[in-house]
């Protein structure tokens, strides 16, 4: 036999053994006898380096280490979903469904992995590239790093259609046993220690050296996609059990069911046994099956109305409370904190857990030196749950806040109709200036790469910075004093600086920090308005006939700027050099519905998506009876054509679309 016939044979016997082993649970050799297919492999491909293919399993670790992360953008938001913190909250998701779609509406309910999420991509198959979620818009290029971890294939089993192309969702984790094995060997090479299953996967997926990666023992489950091109399925449960079929791990705990009982009672399951599982979960996932249904219920701005994730109870321990501090946030606001004997909750090293204010400080009489009871519920900051009095040391004092600022020692207030503490003085205090500015930075905010927690702490102690308006006038002189700051490193700052100075209204107003405004609002008030000196000069009453904008929104808007050191800060901003780009939209195709299939030449559907939703219409991923247009191009996938024709849709090129939108 050749050797190119043999490679290619090797290649075919070991995915085979790689789908008993990872997808059906059922090896049909031992491991000796796999490794020695894999040396017969290796050593083929050493004699013959010229017919080493990419997806050969030799190859998982075959990149060279990266100078950094490159972006890579979602075809398809990767959204977060909302939580649902108990069973009345469920029963209530359940209600909205049936508001929609009518009664006992059909689920499919999954355990919520505690783990990392990941995009990979395959073009005919072949593994192209694969992604973190990012901020679930733009995510990093870990492709070499995902092509290590051996329950991902390098090229999909045919054991059904493949499609042209599927971008797969899932979560990257370790198993517990896995995790305790990795910290005895770390132990045994005099190493430190991993704090959690979590962390550790998320670590090991950023190493810049895939070969560290190879070393970690990741395993992923796949739960959902974004684009699939080339054939058409039609719903969550289905797509569930075809992915396995092209050798795609899922959870084997994925049910389907109809009706709220059906929820409750898989809720209740996976919380009797979470506990038993080897793996951590922290919630469960409810989806709508019907992927037409999906796009009848639609998305928020930031995650579907059809799916919820349900969080489980929240683990618990108890501990002692050594001290208390106080924390100033953005806003000006002193929160309580406990710090805490170290102790473990659910994988978790705890040391930190809020107090909220004074009054839950009182309600709970918390103390320091108590022993107390505290919980975790997945990402939420630990807290205390209740003191244990009877373990109370004699001699102790019930605990009050501060009088004056920790930070800038002006005198705390607190308004009328709140509960917290605050410090008015935020032109003067160093915790306010430091956390509105590493806010004002931020990824979701201005996005100034480069400029982290610690250069904002290092220009605030140097007195370079005050507040967020001294940003657009640093200079090469002020940033090459700071600490660990070389050449290339400063101009790299100086240059995103000069970047961010063009951008949109919404990041800049979401940047400033106003209190009960978020994203969301932010892009509210950017659709609705042109400047920032519109939205300066509005009233109470102008901003209560806003969509989705209430008293208390309001209320926080006008007072904010009301305050005429906001002004010459926003002022200052604009004389730095800020202008904003107008987001076009417009209702054009509002309520119209499309869907792509082929290669666009024209176009990058990122672009086009974006496009269409500016002008009122929604993109999905597949065809349904609700699908007004698909735009066709070159090789389209022959499912979602042939599923267009039977249902009368309107079919358009790319020439066609240019008119449509007016390109």
């Not at 904190?337 to 705890?350: F, H, S, Y």
């Not at 920790?406 to 160093?430: F, G, T, Y």
């Not at 999905?620 to 191009?633: A, M, P």
Request: with cysteine; proline share 4%.
């Amino acid at each position: 036999m050749n050797p190119k016939q043999r490679i290619s044979e090797l290649i075919q016997e070991i995915e085979k053994h790689n789908l008993h082993y990872y997808i059906e649970n059922n090896p049909i050799i031992s491991d000796y006898e796999y490794d020695i297919l894999l040396r017969e492999l290796e050593k083929l491909e050493n004699e013959y380096s010229e017919l080493i293919q990419s997806n050969s399993p030799t190859q998982r670790v075959g990149a060279k280490p990266a100078d950094g992360f490159s972006a890579i953008k979602h075809s398809i938001p990767m959204l977060s979903l909302s939580n649902a913190m108990s069973t009345n909250e469920i029963i209530h998701f359940d209600q909205q469904i049936n508001k929609a779609l009518g009664n006992n509406v059909e689920y499919v309910a999954e355990p919520k992995l505690d783990g990392v999420a990941v995009e990979v991509v395959y073009k005919k198959g072949e593994f192209a590239f694969g992604s973190t979620r990012g901020d679930g818009v733009t995510g990093e290029d870990i492709s070499s790093n995902l092509k290590t971890i051996k329950s991902i294939p390098l090229r999909l089993y045919d054991g059904y259609q493949i499609p042209e192309l599927l971008e797969i969702r899932g979560e990257v984790f370790i198993k517990k046993n896995d995790f305790k094995k990795l910290n005895e060997t770390q132990l045994k090479k005099q190493e430190s220690v991993f704090a959690n299953p979590r962390n550790c996967a998320s670590g090991s997926l950023r190493q810049l050296e895939p070969s560290v990666t190879s070393k970690r023992p990741l395993v992923v489950n796949f739960y959902g996609s974004g684009i699939i091109d080339g054939i058409n399925i039609d719903s969550q449960y289905d797509f569930i059990n075809i992915m396995p079929k092209w050798g795609l791990p899922v959870n084997p705990l994925i049910e389907k069911g109809s009706g709220v009982d059906f929820l409750l009672s898989y809720y209740e399951k996976m919380e009797n046994i979470r506990q038993s599982l080897d793996y951590d979960i922290d919630g469960v996932v409810f989806k709508v099956n019907s992927f037409e249904s999906q796009e009848i219920l639609g998305t928020r701005s930031r995650s579907p109305r059809w799916a919820i994730a349900g969080k489980l109870k929240a683990e618990q321990a108890t501990t002692v409370i050594n001290d208390i501090i106080t924390n100033v946030g953005r806003t000006g606001a002193i929160t309580p904190v406990a710090k805490l004997e170290p102790v473990n909750v659910g994988g978790v090293t705890i040391s930190n857990a809020t107090l909220h204010n004074q009054d839950e400080v009182d309600r709970k009489d918390v103390r320091i030196g108590d022993t107390v009871l505290i919980q975790r519920a997945g990402d939420v900051i630990p807290e205390v749950v209740k003191v244990i009095k009877e373990k109370r040391p004699l001699g102790t004092h019930p605990y009050k806040l501060p009088k004056y600022c920790p930070s800038c020692d002006s005198l705390l207030q607190k308004n009328n109709d709140e509960a917290v503490l605050r410090c008015q003085d935020s032109s003067n205090c160093p915790d306010q200036q430091k956390a509105s500015i590493i806010h004002f930075v931020s990824k979701n905010c201005m996005d100034i790469d480069g400029f982290g927690d610690k250069m904002v702490i290092q220009l605030i102690k140097n007195n370079k910075i005050k507040n967020i308006s001294d940003i657009f006038y640093l200079t090469f002189d002020d940033l090459i004093d700071m600490e660990r700051m070389a050449e290339k490193s400063v101009n790299n700052i100086l240059d995103s600086i000069n970047q961010s100075k063009t951008t949109n209204l919404w990041r800049f107003i979401h940047g400033l920090g106003i209190k009960n405004i978020g994203e969301n609002a932010s892009k509210v008030l950017d659709k609705n308005f042109y400047t920032i000196k519109d939205i300066m000069n509005l009233e109470f009453d102008d901003l209560i006939q806003i969509n989705e904008f209430g008293d208390i929104m309001a209320e926080s808007i006008v007072n904010f700027f009301n305050d005429s050191l906001n002004h010459n800060i926003i002022n200052k901003c604009l004389d730095g050099g800020l202008s904003f780009i107008k987001s076009e939209s417009s209702d054009q195709l509002a309520g119209n519905k499309f869907a792509i299939t082929g290669t666009l030449t024209q176009f990058n559907r990122i672009e086009i998506k974006n496009k269409l939703e500016s002008m009122g219409a929604s993109v999905s991923s597949s065809v349904s009876s609700k699908t007004d247009y698909l735009i066709c191009g070159e090789n389209p996938g022959g499912t979602k054509l042939n599923k267009a024709q039977e249902l009368n849709i309107k079919i358009i090129n790319e020439t066609e679309l240019s008119i449509l939108i007016q390109v």
